[in-house]
Antibody, heavy 119, light 106 residues
Framework: QITLKESGPTLVKPTQTLTLTCTFS??????????VGWIRQPPGKALEWLAL???????PTSPSLKNRLTISRGTSNNQVVLTMTNMDPVDTATYYC???????????WGPGTRVTVSS | DIQMTQSPSSLSASVGDRVTITCRAS??????LHWYQQKPGKAPTLLIS???HLQSGVPSRFTGSASGTEYTLTISSLQPEDFATYYC?????????FGQGTRVEI
């Protein structure tokens, strides 16, 4: 069974750096074709794609956030970490990680983690 | 960036209705188009990948089709559990982009 789960702070202050961890099971990020992506959703708004890390360590990132985003493998083999610098209240959102499947869609999603940016 | 324009943004329907949601890409995406369903407070779930490939467990009343850069999600007979928000997403190029969503309500 494949699962993913996001974890991290629920509240960050403006200008701080956000670090979120996606912990997954049931697949390996070392397997050819596998990717884990991050997507966010501000309250009441649409989904926004942030970044993706592939099995071969390719790491495409949203150009509009490129200077602020870093996606990487975690310290454990079953983790992916998203770092976003210089947080602003407009970054308040639910952040999801998801498994990129063979058709390049996001087959399985984590439940999401709500992040509020406020002083 | 490729823009994905969904229409309508919301619709009201009744159980048993046939519902059609359209997603138009701003340029060719070579059928790298996927549909997700999201219920309030929940993560999205993948319904259909690459235009028309129904995911395991998704009822056959959901179908997807394409015509040029216009993609359509059809629910043949709306059921109570189908009331949700639907998103299209392209995976043809970076950045991946989603439509703005279509809320299906009673």
């Amino acid at each position: 069974q494949i699962t993913l789960k996001e974890s991290g702070p629920t509240l960050v202050k403006p200008t701080q750096t956000l670090t979120l961890t996606c912990t997954f099971s049931g697949f390996s990020l070392s397997t050819s074709g596998v990717g884990v992506g991050w997507i966010r959703q501000p309250p009441g708004k649409a989904l926004e794609w942030l970044a993706l890390i592939y099995w071969d360590d390719d790491k495409p990132t949203s150009p509009s956030l490129k200077n602020r985003l870093t996606i990487s493998r975690g310290t454990s083999n079953n983790q992916v970490v998203l770092t976003m610098t210089n947080m602003d209240p407009v970054d308040t959102a639910t952040y999801y990680c998801a498994l990129r499947g063979n058709t390049d869609a996001y087959d399985i999603w984590g439940p999401g983690t709500r992040v509020t940016v406020s002083s | 960036d490729i823009q994905m324009t969904q229409s309508p943004s919301s619709l009201s329907a009744s159980v048993g209705d046939r519902v059609t949601i359209t997603c138009r890409a701003s340029q060719t995406i070579s059928n790298y188009l996927h549909w997700y369903q999201q219920k309030p407070g929940k993560a999205p779930t993948l319904l259909i990948s690459v235009v028309s490939h129904l995911q395991s467990g998704v009822p056959s009343r959901f179908t997807g089709s394409a015509s040029g850069t216009e993609y359509t999600l059809t629910i043949s007979s709306l059921q109570p559990e189908d009331f949700a928000t639907y998103y299209c997403q392209q995976s043809y190029s970076i950045p991946r982009t989603f439509g703005q969503g279509t809320r299906v309500e009673i």
